[in-house]
């Protein structure tokens, strides 16, 4: 079989050249913990093979798109009604990236339930809630660039909160607008973020938050920390290759699954051209993931002592952003006291986002 | 002496190399920060437009009109009489809309409320709507405004 010898051969030249035997041979070796909670762990996993998703989605978009006002609106209309397929990529584009913030809150949630964030992992977790922001940056970001008209206002809202902020919020506002109010220029500017910067950070963050998660292997839950240390003959390691291996490619097909059905049964819609000169629409409301600061805004009074509402409220949704990014400092295993406090601010936060998030929806 | 001679130049040549290289880097920066705040533009939205047509509002009816750069409200009340309002919201810049079933301005985006003088009445709004003079010369619906007042 001269087939056999050639490819022998290639891997062999190759292999001279990169040492992938080598990497390989470490990948053989590589173990992570198996136990009953192990499956909260694929959410992580999930949320990359859907970041894959978007890039491959988003380039085939950009072969079509154009970034002006005048232009925008139609060319996206142009993508799904005569470009082949046209309908399907955007879909999935739209469906994926509401699927991927969904599996990176359950991800954020698993990890803070599990307690996967103490010592060392301070800065995976730290690093993820970048990538959290990041994510919801390329949702705001993107919701803008078929300039419709519910996606117009959510950005007027959205850039108003930023200039909102003490001290440099006018500025970062006119920064994010490319001027005082949104226009063209906001679509072209929110186009480079969407596709240039916010991608390449993305990048880079998953990079590092990868090789964190690599270095210092996968967490064990305290729970079964214990039972493990207790009697450690009951302790689990599974071959990272194949076993873990071909469990996450199961759950990366299942939600390649989930996502196709959703994006050919629920098409995503286009709505109405932006009009500037038109007022907000009734009914008008954000992308489900900043509902409930949306309702937030809604209920906090327009005074509170010499505070205007929304600047309260945004002072308050940075300091909880802030204490949430310290959690891994506030329970360091040392004390059960900070445990505790993890533990609630989670299940109070859990509480918060799901009532907020459905009264959003369910109230008139 | 020697020995601290030459500490001495190397502290000296660590300060201009190092001071060099962070104001190549300043240089670098500077022009980028710049680049990314967009030229302001002056507001050179007239002080003075025509707003509509007598005759083409019914009475408890408005309409959204260009003034300068922004959107604005002409509100016909229900006694005829014409009122005119800055149409942004003073919560978070949403397009407010005349409810003639209210009887007043509303803001779609978190429920704001003002009345026909642009107070705010409920909801989030902080301030009022900014408020324009309105004339009727010949056919036309003229709106204005005093700067700086």
């Known amino acids: ?6 490819i022998a051969h290639i891997r062999g030249w190759v292999d001279e050249r990169f040492g992938l035997q080598e990497l390989a041979g470490s990948l053989k070796k590589k173990t992570v913990p198996h136990h009953k909670l192990s499956y909260w762990y694929f959410f992580g996993g999930i949320t990359l093979f859907l970041f894959g998703i978007q890039v491959c989605t988003g380039i085939l978009l950009l072969l079509y798109y154009r970034p002006s006002a005048g232009e925008a609106f139609e060319s996206v209309q142009y993508i799904m009604t005569r470009v082949q397929f046209g309908w399907l990529i955007r879909s999935i584009h739209s469906w994926a990236a509401n699927l991927m913030i969904l599996m990176v809150f359950l991800h954020m949630f698993s990890v803070l339930f599990l307690r996967a964030y103490r010592k060392p992992r301070e800065l995976t977790w730290i690093s993820g809630m970048i990538l959290l922001l990041l994510a919801l940056g390329f949702g705001f970001s993107g919701y803008l660039l078929p300039w419709n008209t519910l996606a117009f206002f959510a950005t007027k809202v959205g850039t108003e909160i930023a200039g909102q902020v003490p001290v440099a919020g006018h500025r970062m506002m006119v920064f994010l607008r490319g001027g005082e109010d949104v226009t063209g220029a906001t679509l072209t500017r929110f186009f480079g973020f969407h596709v240039a910067v916010l991608p390449g950070l993305t990048t880079l963050l998953i990079l590092l938050h990868l090789a964190l998660v690599q270095k210092l292997g996968i967490s064990v839950p305290p729970s079964v920390e214990t039972q493990w240390k207790q009697n450690p003959r009951i302790a689990r390691q599974m071959k990272f ?11 990366w ?8 059905a959703m994006a050919a049964i629920y098409p995503w819609g286009l709505g109405t051209k932006a009009d500037p000169f038109s007022p907000a629409p009734a009914g008008i409301k954000p992308e489900w993931y900043f509902m409930f600061m949306f309702q937030t805004l809604k209920f906090i009074p327009s005074k509170v002592i010499f505070i205007d509402g929304e600047v309260l409220g945004i002072l308050l949704f940075g ?15 040392v004390r059960r006291f900070g ?11 859990v509480c918060y986002i799901v009532a907020l998030t459905i009264h959003g929806y369910v109230a008139k | 002496m020697a020995n601290q001679d030459s500490h001495a130049r190397r502290r000296f040549m660590e300060i201009l190399l190092g001071g060099g290289f962070l104001a190549s880097l300043a240089s670098f920066i500077y022009p980028v920060l710049r680049y990314l705040v967009p030229p302001a533009v002056a507001d050179l939205g007239a002080d003075e437009v025509v707003a509509g047509k007598a005759g083409e509002i019914k009475a408890n009816g408005s309409k959204i009109f260009r003034f300068g750069t922004r959107p604005a409200l002409l509100i016909v009340t229900a006694d005829g009489e014409y009122r005119a309002l800055s149409a942004i919201c003073t919560h978070l810049a949403c397009t407010v809309q005349y409810r003639s079933d209210l009887r007043q301005v509303w803001c779609a985006c ?15 709004p902080p301030r009022p709507l900014e408020q324009f003079q309105v004339h009727v010369r010949g056919e036309e619906i003229i709106v204005s405004r005093t700067r700086g007042a």
């Open chain 1, 1 to 6: 079989m001269p087939d056999v010898k050639l």
């Open chain 1, 319 to 333: 300091l909880a952003g802030g204490i949430w990014v310290l959690l891994p400092f506030i329970d360091n295993g």
């Open chain 1, 253 to 260: 097909y299942l939600a390649l699954g989930v996502l196709a």
């Open chain 2, 110 to 124: 978190h429920n704001g409320m003002y009345d026909l003088n642009g107070r705010n009445v409920s909801g989030p």
């Open chain 1, 241 to 251: 290759f194949p076993n873990f291996f071909l469990r996450e490619a199961i759950a």
């Open chain 1, 339 to 349: 445990r505790r406090i993890v533990v609630g601010a989670g299940v109070f936060a």
